[in-house]
């Protein structure tokens, strides 16, 4: 029997408990709390509010809602005792079919697990696309998660409740997710395509680059759009309006990823608009205004270290110079520019006529935890932070380990690692600011040797151009310090330096406005990552939408993830934006 949004607003607080028996494992509390807030005016705001109950529950009420639900692959489930609902999850997972060593291994992960958190592992086993998880994938973040420290396994698990609920609710409404499973699909199938077996890595201009875009392309096309590559490597589509003379919307974000990536980072910023482009052209609508949906081809800077090539060339910011640039094998970005049959005379032409740009709007995944904290499928971004990164090379003298006294050594790595410990105590120093040495190499180091040479990076990030440049200028005099007691010679090269950018208030509002239309509360946050909107915010005034991540909201490692729910209602509210967007007065 369908059962209605409005049936439950409108049924007794008996019925509508009743009615949601089966959402939460033998937890008739939850629905009970959440009846008087009755009427919902969305699915979404009935599933934020039957979680928040849970979230304000006291702690003993969220364990024994945890306890409540069964071991998976139990004795519950063995012996035929699951809910009506858990005997459908964990059949279709297919945990009613382990081999005995798998079934063994469950055994044991069940019984290490109650042992260290003293409550079952909980796992929407229908996982973020909806579709199911493998048995192997389940049991690996099973074994990952009993290495998670109390509070955040709790706190994981409530969580994951949560997102049973969704896909519990989802069944019981026969909601459709008009995108959500689109924008999944396609990012699984590009982030099968990689420079290396095992990992997404697709760094600028390689094949799997390469048979990205051109994957990509075809979405456009098929999406209804006018689509080019143009000499950068950007995958450009063109929605046009009605009307000719109509000035040009950006929305877009990058396909490269860093090594060892996630699937979401960046992509989700193309996909999620196209499949919108597609449902409006379907449907033959147009907009008032042209829209561009741009697939930049670089910002992560992991092949040639230079970042927002894609968006540069956009904004007319492009650096010929880079053009020189080397990557490890030697290779300049001009050969491979020109070995993917890009002309890079036409570079220059890439740059955007700033008085036909409305503004750019960027979707994104928060690649934190922020949100996820919050129970929020969505944030508006207020502000992106500016980083600036360095090459710091050091020089000392390479000895004999075994000969040389402690007192008489030139060591570059025990000096690059007091730099690294000054990066981390004087970039704690400010809420918003942080510093990371992502990279750190010895080159051809040897066990006897002492290191005479050490190369580390820096990436130094603040919500304010003024308090990371202030901890820049204290890190580059702690660097000399410490150089100089320890005798090592040292470089520094800076590799880049963005300003932060601050996103666009009359953008800003017509997002959160059309987030309230969704039943989202509105959440502004800044952004601790870089984005392409930094580069365009050169040219045109800009705003970001952020969606959830799973998995402690990790990000730039393949744990990234979001679900179809969030790339759905994400969908609907770039869509809604579009449909009421508004130029600024004075465009
Ligand atoms: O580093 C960044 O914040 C971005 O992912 N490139
Ligand atoms: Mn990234
Ligand atoms: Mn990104």
Aim: charged residues 20%; aromatic residues 6%.
């Amino acid at each position: 029997m369908t059962i209605s949004l409005d049936d439950l607003n409108q049924a007794s607080a008996s019925d509508f408990v009743a009615r949601l028996q089966g959402i939460y494992e033998h937890s008739p509390w939850i629905p009970q709390r959440a009846a008087a807030q009755r009427p919902f005016g969305s699915l979404a705001a009935l599933k934020r509010v039957l979680q928040a109950v849970v979230s304000s529950a006291t702690q003993d009420e969220q364990l024994a809602l945890i306890r409540a639900h069964p071991e998976l692959a139990g004795k519950a489930a063995i012996a035929g005792k699951l809910s009506k609902e858990s005997t459908g999850e964990q059949a279709q997972a297919g945990l009613a079919h382990c081999s005995p060593e798998e079934f063994a291994l469950l055994h044991q992960l069940n019984a290490d697990y109650h042992s260290k958190f003293g409550f079952p592992f909980i796992v929407a086993v229908k996982g973020p696309d909806g579709k199911g998880m493998t048995r192997q994938a389940i049991i690996r973040t099973f074994a990952r998660r009993c290495k998670n420290a109390h509070e955040d396994e709790l706190a994981e698990c409530l969580r994951q409740i949560g997102r049973i609920a969704e896909l519990r609710l989802n069944d019981l409404l026969h909601h459709h997710l008009e995108f959500g499973h689109t924008i999944m699909a396609w990012s699984e199938m590009i982030g099968a395509w990689s420079d290396e077996e095992d990992a997404l890595t697709c760094a600028y201009m390689t094949a799997a680059h390469r048979q990205t875009a051109n994957q990509l392309a075809l979405w456009i096309k098929e999406a209804g759009m006018q689509v080019a590559i143009d000499a950068v490597g950007n995958v450009v589509g063109r929605y046009l309006s009605a009307n000719p003379a109509a000035k040009t919307l950006l929305t877009g974000s990058h396909y490269d990823t860093v090594r060892n990536g996630g699937k979401y980072d960046g992509r989700v910023g193309i996909l999620l608009p196209i499949a919108i482009v597609k449902h409006l052209h379907e449907r033959g609508e147009k907009l008032p205004f042209h829209l561009e949906i741009i697939a930049f081809s670089e910002e992560e800077g992991v092949r040639f270290k230079s970042t927002f090539l894609g968006s540069n060339a956009i904004t007319g910011q492009f650096d010929l110079a880079l053009l020189e640039k080397t990557d490890d094998a030697g290779m300049t970005m001009r050969a491979a520019l020109s070995a993917a049959g890009h002309d890079v005379a036409r570079i220059p032409a890439i740059a955007r006529n700033q008085a036909d740009i409305l503004g750019f709007v960027e979707v994104h995944i928060e690649q934190g935890p922020v949100l996820l904290g919050r129970d929020l499928p969505v944030g508006i971004v207020s502000s992106i932070a500016g980083s600036c990164r360095y090459l710091v090379e050091l020089t000392g003298v390479a000895s004999h380990a075994g000969t040389t006294p402690m007192h008489m050594r030139k060591d570059a790595a025990a000096a690059a690692a007091e730099i690294i410990l000054t990066v981390e105590q004087r970039c704690s120093q400010a809420p918003s600011l942080v510093g990371t040495v992502g990279q750190l190499q010895v080159p051809h180091g040897s066990v006897n040797v002492i290191p005479g040479a050490c190369q580390l990076s820096l990436d130094i990030r603040a919500a304010d151009d003024a308090t990371r440049d202030a901890a820049v200028a204290d890190i580059v005099q702690q660097i000399d310090a410490i150089c100089q007691r320890r005798h090592i010679e040292v470089s520094l090269t800076m590799t880049m330096s963005a300003p932060a950018a601050p996103c666009a208030p009359w953008l800003m509002q017509q997002l959160a406005a059309a987030t309230a239309r969704a039943g989202v509360p509105v959440f502004e946050l800044p952004s601790g990552a870089g984005h392409d909107a930094m580069a365009l915010a050169k040219m045109t005034d800009v705003a970001m939408l952020f969606t959830r991540c799973g998995n402690g909201g990790i990000s730039h490692n393949p744990l990234e993830s979001m679900t179809a729910d969030d790339a759905d209602i994400s969908a609907q509210i770039l869509l809604d934006f579009l449909r009421h967007f508004q130029a600024r007065p004075d465009a």
